[in-house]
C-alpha cells in the first residue's frame, strides 16, 4: 500500500469516526472529498490544487482532481457548521481537561485577502478553529469581527473551563475585552504605549505600565494571567515585562488577580543602562 494511500484512509476513518451521527449521502461525498484535499496537502506540503491532486491516489486524472477541488471550494453549501465545526468542538472538548490558550490574529493569505483566525495552541503548534477572510489589504480588521470569532468558539468551550485569550494590538478594542469578560475569559493583549486608560477614577498613560520599546503586553484590566502549567501563555507574552513605578490602584488589582490565576508580579525598576533594551527573551519578572 503506497504512503498516499494509507494517508488518505486514516484521515478519511478519523474524519467519518468523529463525524456526529454517520454521515451519509452529500455529506458524505464531500467528507471524502475534504480527507483528500487534507491528505493531498500534507502530502505535497503546498495548497496548490494541482500539487494536492499529484499526491492523493484516486484512479481519476490529475486533471479531474483539481477540477473536483475547485468545485468543493467554491461550493456554497460547504459549511463551517456542518464540515469543520464539528471537528473543532470534538479537539476543545478533549484539550479543555486543561487551561485552554487562544490565539487570535490576522494575516496575509492569497492574492490581497487577510484572514483573520482564532487558534488553539497545543504542543507548541498553533491549531486554527475558525477564520474570516476578506478581501483587502493586510490590516487591522473591524473589532465586530473579532467579537464574532470569540462568540463562535465560545460556544463550542465546555462551561467551567479555564481560557486565556492571547492577542496583538488589533485586540485591545474595549467591546472586545467587555465579551471576553462576559465569557469569564482571562486575556493579554498589546496596544500603544500613547493609549490612556482610567482605573477607579485615576487617569494614566499606559506607557507608565508597560516597558517596551514599540508595542508591549497589556491586558488593560492588568490582569495578565498565567497558569502555572501553562508555558505556552508564556512563550506568546514575548519580552515585555511590568516595572514601577504604577499607579497603586493598579498595582493592588494586580496582584489581587492571583485569586484567579497566577500573576507575574512587579519586578524592582530596570538599571537605565539595559531599559529599552530588546534581547528576544522575556524580561525576569
Not at 453549501?77 to 487562544?102: C, G, K, M, N, S
Not at 490565576?261 to 525598576?269: Q, S
Request: glycine share 8%; charged share 15%; net charge positive.
Amino acid at each position: 500500500m503506497s504512503d498516499n494511500l494509507r494517508r488518505y484512509r486514516a484521515i478519511r476513518d478519523a474524519l467519518t469516526q468523529w463525524y456526529p451521527g454517520q454521515p451519509s449521502g452529500t455529506v458524505a461525498r464531500h467528507l471524502t472529498t475534504l480527507a483528500a484535499l487534507i491528505s493531498g496537502i500534507v502530502g505535497s506540503k503546498s495548497t496548490q490544487l494541482p500539487h494536492i491532486a499529484a499526491k492523493v491516489p484516486n484512479g481519476t486524472k490529475p486533471e479531474s482532481r483539481v477540477k473536483r477541488f475547485a468545485r468543493w471550494v467554491d461550493n456554497a453549501h460547504i459549511l463551517e457548521e456542518v464540515y469543520f465545526l464539528p471537528y473543532a468542538d470534538v479537539l476543545l472538548r478533549h484539550l479543555a481537561l486543561q487551561t485552554l490558550v487562544l490565539v487570535l490574529d490576522g494575516s496575509g493569505v492569497g492574492r490581497g485577502c487577510t484572514a483573520l483566525m482564532i487558534h488553539v495552541v497545543y504542543t507548541g503548534r498553533a491549531l486554527p478553529l475558525a477564520w474570516r477572510v476578506r478581501q483587502a489589504p493586510k490590516g487591522h480588521f473591524p473589532e465586530e469581527l473579532h467579537i464574532a470569532l470569540v462568540a463562535l468558539i465560545s460556544e463550542l468551550i465546555p462551561a467551567g473551563t479555564q481560557v486565556v485569550l492571547l492577542g496583538d494590538g488589533e485586540c485591545d478594542g474595549t467591546r472586545l475585552q467587555q465579551t471576553l469578560q462576559q465569557a469569564g475569559w482571562s486575556y493579554a493583549c498589546r496596544t500603544a504605549t500613547s493609549t490612556v486608560a482610567t482605573w477607579e477614577s485615576e487617569t494614566f498613560l499606559c506607557s507608565a505600565v508597560i516597558l517596551s520599546a514599540l508595542l508591549w503586553t497589556i491586558t488593560l484590566a492588568a490582569r495578565i494571567i498565567v497558569k502555572d502549567h501553562n508555558l505556552a501563555a508564556e512563550e506568546h507574552l514575548g519580552n515585555d515585562t511590568m516595572h514601577e513605578p504604577i499607579p497603586q490602584c493598579i498595582a493592588s488589582h494586580w496582584h489581587a488577580a492571583d485569586a484567579v490565576g497566577r500573576c507575574r508580579p512587579f519586578p524592582a525598576p530596570l538599571p537605565a543602562s539595559i531599559a529599552g533594551t530588546r534581547s528576544g527573551k522575556p524580561l525576569p519578572a
